[in-house]
């Protein structure tokens, strides 16, 4: 294995195994050595990879906005259909994570930070030219509705699919949108 696929490897067995921690105890508790040894790797491995567990929180967090960057610079004319597809794409390569988030109330700064996230993508797409204060609050409006949409549907993913979720959100955000430059 070459030495670059190597090092990707075992960042993503660390990134995998704090998610699996994440899931059992609180961030602030998770420890070098516990990540390390759920990783199957020794502590001085991961200091070549992050610094603290924080470390690997923020590069979870920057590779998922990094993503969503993404996935609303592909697209032209953008379409909430194919958003809400991509951003579901995204969600299943971390889907424990995701849903852990959601259903501990104790990671409320965490939904803030993928709210954040989300809002900075939309105006940056649909307010580059136009950041009045109004559309300000509207694109806050519409990224905590879609964020709480998701919450709701991550903590009791059995009451719709995935496609159905799709399909209402991006009926109803093609509507608020239009109310952005009005």
């Known amino acids: 294995m070459k030495r670059s696929e190597q ?32 990783a199957n ?11 603290t567990t924080f470390d690997v929180y923020h590069d979870i967090i920057d590779d998922v906005s990094n993503q969503l960057d993404d996935i609303l610079k592909q697209q032209n004319n953008f379409d909430f259909f194919i958003f809400f597809n991509e951003l579901n794409q995204v969600m299943q390569a971390n889907f424990k994570f995701y849903q852990t988030i959601a259903k501990q109330k104790s990671y409320a700064y965490l939904i803030k930070d993928f709210t954040d996230i989300l809002e900075n993508g939309l105006t940056h797409y649909y307010l580059s030219s136009n950041q009045t204060t109004s559309n300000k609050i509207k ?3 519409i990224s905590n509705g ?37």
């Open 146 to 182: 879609i964020m709480g949409v998701y919450i709701n549907w991550l903590a009791q993913p059995n009451n719709i699919s995935q496609d159905e979720l799709v399909h209402i959100l991006s009926d109803l955000l093609e509507n608020d949108i239009k109310h952005l430059n009005s």
């Open 41 to 51: 790797i020794d502590r001085k491995t991961f200091y070549l990879h992050y610094d």
């Open 139 to 141: 694109i806050r409006y």
């Open 7 to 38: 090092k990707a490897r075992t960042k993503y067995n660390i990134r995998q195994a704090f998610i699996d921690l994440l899931q059992r105890k609180e961030m602030d508790n998770i420890t070098i050595t516990e990540l390390a040894k759920s």
